[in-house]
């Protein structure tokens, strides 16, 4: 009798102890804000996302700092923009978590760019070109076409993860594609073809391809570097010659050359959105988008 109750208590244990593993939501962590919403987009209640670099933060410089690493410590996925972006950071972080789950080549280490094809690559790299990105332009956030390319491989690797809810992911996919259809619909009606636009940074190089917008010039001319005097000047000619509709700026860009051009030139400012949650009604994707188009479509 007694073995027979211990039996039964071995076997209820076990039981309860798959059912919360089946229950149990997947520890995601993401680099980046459009990141961390996106895997929520798709993984709903059974991820729990958290997220390293802050909304108001410029994601090209962040410290690997230990709280960083106690996250990546307890993720089964991190997922990561790529393209070198996170280079000054991610690295130490993975490495120094000892996380087994997220070293490179594991599943639970997502690249978010492995599904992205990059524009802006460089033919050669040197230090006097600044803080260039050999692998491309990273900001493909901006572009609808990559992120539902990235949102199906996310879908894709959750169920690889979790097959027990492979259909639970399907689902949230398909729901994030007809969004996403009916939204690329609105953002075409703006209508941003033909206007041209002076920016601070590279961020709107994806966007302008598939808006077929202009970016005229970027005030800073070697990316990481602030510009100088001469950079100024040129970016003042350039705006002078093709008459820009507005100068691109975000909320981490130095506000001083910003000031100066558009006081020499007369062009409006327009502050954008880098990120989601990085401006007000940007608190996910879709909402950011709709930020940056609007603003764009307005000037």
């Known amino acids: 009798m007694k073995w027979k109750i211990i039996k039964t208590f071995i076997c209820v244990f076990c039981a309860m102890a798959f059912a919360g593993n089946l229950s149990a939501e997947i520890n995601v962590v993401a680099t980046l804000p459009w990141i961390g919403d996106i895997a929520k987009q798709i993984g709903k209640e059974k991820v729990s996302v958290t997220t390293l670099v802050k909304t108001g933060q410029d994601p090209h410089y962040v410290e690997a700092k230990p709280g960083l690493i106690i996250a990546a410590r307890k993720a089964d996925i991190i997922m990561y923009n790529g393209l070198d972006l996170e280079i000054g950071y991610l690295p130490v972080i993975i490495e120094s978590s000892k996380n087994p789950n997220i070293q490179p080549g594991k599943i639970g280490n997502f ?157 409006k400012t327009i502050l954008v959105p880098h990120d989601v949650g990085s401006l007000p009604q940007t608190d996910d994707w879709f909402s950011f988008m709709d930020k940056v188009i609007s603003l764009l479509s307005e000037a």
């Not at 070109?129 to 692998?135: C, R, V």
């Not at 994030?176 to 590279?202: C, D, P, R």
């Open 111 to 267: 690249d978010c760019s492995k599904f992205v094809s990059p524009i802006e690559k460089p033919s050669s790299v040197d230090r006097s070109m600044g803080d260039i990105h050999p692998l491309g332009n990273p900001h493909y956030h901006f572009s609808p076409a990559s992120i539902l390319a990235v949102a199906k491989g996310m879908a894709d690797t959750l169920a690889e993860i979790d097959p027990t809810n492979k259909s639970h992911y399907q689902k949230n996919y398909q729901l994030f594609y007809e969004k996403w259809q009916e939204k690329m619909a609105q953002w075409k009606s703006k209508n941003l073809v033909g206007k041209k636009f002076i920016a601070y940074h590279t961020l709107f190089s994806y966007l302008a391809n598939e808006f077929g917008f202009q970016i005229a010039g970027c005030i800073e001319a070697k990316p990481g570097i602030p510009p100088s005097s001469g950079d100024i000047k040129k970016i003042i000619d350039t705006a002078n010659r093709v008459k820009p509709n507005a100068i691109l700026f975000n909320v981490y860009s130095p506000k001083k050359p910003v000031e100066f051009i558009a006081n020499k030139t007369g062009l």
